[in-house]
């Protein structure tokens, strides 16, 4: 609470009362606490590969350069480096979309099978690439929702590419698509390192991450589950994450109103 002080004067000089206003500051200060780290978490991801760059560029302008090995793998450094900060600023830029185009959203009927499909398409490669399985099971309900087809297929990535990065070689990633009493899930279960307990209810949060060296090792920016959580909410929809407990690696669900069928019966 901010408190401020008025004195209530007679006009003879003296002290009548006094007026007191006291101001619940706490959501504002709340808010502005995460305004502010947010910035310094941006400042901080930016930095770390521009230093990085800025020493390996200096090391090749000072002679390393004669040493062609050396060139090659100083020059593959600052190429990821490079691509991180790619991978960094598209994620905020998504962030920033999210936050002030929501009008623009183009929201249609569609069948979340589709979605996952093209998701599965486009991530197969690297799935290959660790020799892991993904199957793929859908029931044979019908899975119309309304939504934003490219933003809902960029949650479906998010969340498949983390079960892909989080999981090891020779991994499984079991997908399956069902609706239930009216909501539509898509559940997306690895059998990879898991989320400890006491990290899953921060994972949503920006630029959090369980281990922070080993995710950037994996090309990890720390916003994807962010991003997803809020296109979701756009959706009238969520997207939880279990692990621990019984379960095997993790499991992320995906919901979302199913369109009723309003003629279906007739
Ligand atoms: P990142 O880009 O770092 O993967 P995310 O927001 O997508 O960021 O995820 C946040 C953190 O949650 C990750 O850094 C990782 O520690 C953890 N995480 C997300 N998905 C999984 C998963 N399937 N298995 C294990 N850990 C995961």
């Known amino acids: 609470l901010r408190a401020k002080y008025a004195p209530i004067v007679r006009e003879d000089?003296?002290?009548?009362?006094?007026v007191v206003l006291l101001q619940d500051v706490t959501e504002h200060e709340k808010l502005e606490n995460m305004r502010k780290e947010f910035v310094a978490n941006v400042s901080h991801e930016l930095k770390t590969p521009l230093t990085t760059i800025k020493s390996y560029t200096e090391t090749l302008l000072e002679g390393a350069m004669e040493n062609k090995e050396l060139t090659g793998q100083f020059l593959t450094v600052v190429e990821s480096e490079t691509d991180?900060?790619?991978?960094?600023?598209?994620?905020?830029?998504q962030l920033s979309n999210l936050d002030f185009k929501q009008a623009q959203w183009n929201k249609m009927e569609t069948n979340v099978n589709e979605i996952v499909e093209n998701a599965?398409?486009?991530?197969?490669?690297s799935a290959k690439n660790k020799k892991q399985q993904i199957d793929y099971h859908t029931s044979e309900e019908d899975l119309t929702v309304f939504a934003d087809i490219d933003k809902l297929e960029q949650v479906v990535l998010n969340v498949l590419s983390?079960?892909?990065?989080?999981?090891?070689?020779?991994?499984?990633?079991?997908?399956?698509?069902k609706n239930e009493n009216d909501v539509v899930k898509i559940i997306i279960h690895d059998n990879g390192i898991g989320i400890?307990?006491?990290?899953?209810?921060?994972?949503?949060?920006r630029f959090y991450?369980?281990?922070k060296?080993?995710?950037?090792e994996l090309g990890g920016t720390g916003l994807g589950l962010s991003i997803a959580k809020q296109i979701m909410e756009a959706h009238d929809g969520k997207i939880e994450l279990f692990s621990g407990e019984g379960i095997t690696g993790t499991k992320a669900i995906i919901t979302l109103p199913a369109v009723e069928k309003a003629f279906a019966s007739v």
């Open 13 to 18: 000089g003296e002290l009548e009362g006094l």
């Open 84 to 93: 991180r900060m790619t991978r960094l600023v598209q994620d905020l830029l």
């Open 120 to 125: 599965i398409l486009k991530l197969d490669v």
């Open 162 to 177: 983390n079960a892909i990065k989080y999981t090891a070689e020779a991994g499984k990633i079991h997908i399956e698509t």
């Open 196 to 205: 400890p307990s006491k990290d899953l209810p921060r994972i949503f949060e």
């Open 209 to 211: 991450r369980v281990d």
């Open 213 to 216: 060296a080993r995710t950037r």
